[in-house]
């Protein structure tokens, strides 16, 4: 196993800046997620750890060793893509053990190892057929079978569940989980998908634009996200914005006018905000109820759906459209309808003028 350091990581390319100088430490055994919109540079940085993009300044380290230049196959690392890049030609079995043919392990003993890394993918009774007679999670599993063989101390994963339908991304996200807690492995993850960040990593790291925004765990995140673009986009669905003029501040509570329209009170102390101060209220979906409590807000409903075991309501809170409200159940709203909702006041976040969270 080993631990992972970023020093000060720049990457340039010919026309641009991707990566602007990113520390990080990843921790022995540690499952690590980097999620981030399009183009923010989880990719390139994942690139440079495993060595297949080199660094323009700074430092990493693997296991307190400075990698920079040292040969992708020299750093105890093994890589799975979006794209499997399975030999079709080959059996699962060949496809698994290719890396230790190179090697220049004999015939028998890369099949009984195999057979022991298809065994932990469920892939046993699969091991004779081509990629072609295979579904797309088995062929992700045979790419992540090829990277397990080698034992590399760290794994490290781009977008791999990104070419699945949703079913299947589900199903191949557990194995993933299983294989974290059954080797023990370092896994450093890319994806997009901020509820696949949300439920294979300890530590989760928010790039946008080639920075770190935030790293923590999921929860950490989830409760307490530095910014606004880090509660923006973490949580499923996604945290709803009301912006907001500061009208009172007492020690235990903070006045709000709401989009110019609804003046409500929140008990919040010490927050660093001040009278006339400009804010975003952030309210996340879940956190929005219809039992009785102290901040009380209209709901213009537009649309409804019904999934059975929750309710999303789609519509409109003072004058801000696109706001969303999430109910456990089945509850039987009418589209184009005004109904009294409740915020709950201790999950309300308050964002200053910066962006910045200040509650
Ligand atoms: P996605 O989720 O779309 O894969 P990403 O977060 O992985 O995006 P990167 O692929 O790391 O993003 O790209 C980061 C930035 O670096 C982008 O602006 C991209 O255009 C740029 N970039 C990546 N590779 C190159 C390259 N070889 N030459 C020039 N610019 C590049």
Do not use: W
């Amino acid at each position: 196993m080993a631990s992972i350091q970023l020093k000060n990581v720049v990457k340039r390319f010919a026309d641009s800046e991707a990566i602007h100088g990113v520390n990080l430490e990843i921790e022995d055994g540690e499952f690590t997620v980097f999620v981030g919109p399009s183009g923010c540079g989880k990719s390139t940085l994942l690139r440079m750890i495993a060595g297949l993009e080199t660094i323009s300044d700074g430092q990493i380290s693997i296991d307190d060793r400075v990698v920079n230049d040292i040969a992708p196959s020299k750093r105890g690392i093994a890589m799975v893509f979006q794209s499997y890049a399975l030999y079709p030609h080959m059996t699962v079995a060949d496809n698994i053990s290719y890396g230790l043919k190179v090697g220049g392990v004999g015939k028998a003993e890369r099949r009984h190892q195999a057979e022991v890394v298809a065994k932990t993918l469920q892939l046993s009774e699969l091991l004779d057929r081509k990629p072609k007679q295979l579904s797309g999670g088995q062929r992700q599993r045979v790419a992540i079978g090829r990277a397990i063989i080698r034992n590399p101390k760290v794994f490290l994963f781009d977008e791999p569940l990104s070419n699945l339908d949703a079913e299947l991304r589900v199903e191949m996200r557990l194995y993933i989980a299983k294989l974290h807690q059954e080797l023990g492995n370092t896994m450093v993850y890319v994806t997009h998908d901020q509820v696949e960040a949300m439920t294979l990593a300890d530590k989760i790291v928010v790039l946008q634009a080639g920075s770190v925004e935030q790293v923590g765990s999921p929860m950490d995140l989830y409760y307490h996200p530095k910014n606004l673009f880090v509660a923006g986009f973490i949580g499923s669905p996604k945290m709803n914005f009301i912006p907001a003029k500061v009208t009172q501040v007492t020690p235990e509570s903070v006045s709000l006018l709401l989009n110019g329209q609804l003046a409500i009170s929140l008990h919040h102390s010490k927050l660093a905000v001040k009278v006339d101060d400009e804010v975003t209220l952030g309210v996340r979906p879940e956190n929005i109820s219809q039992e009785p409590q102290s901040v009380k807000v209209p709901f213009h409903t537009e649309v409804v759906e019904r999934l059975g075991n929750s309710t999303y309501v789609f519509g409109q809170v003072c004058g801000v459209d696109h706001f969303k409200m999430l109910l456990p159940g089945d509850q039987h709203f009418k589209p184009y309808q005004t109904i009294d909702v409740y915020f709950k006041e201790e999950n309300c976040l308050i964002f200053n003028a910066e962006g910045l969270c200040v509650s």
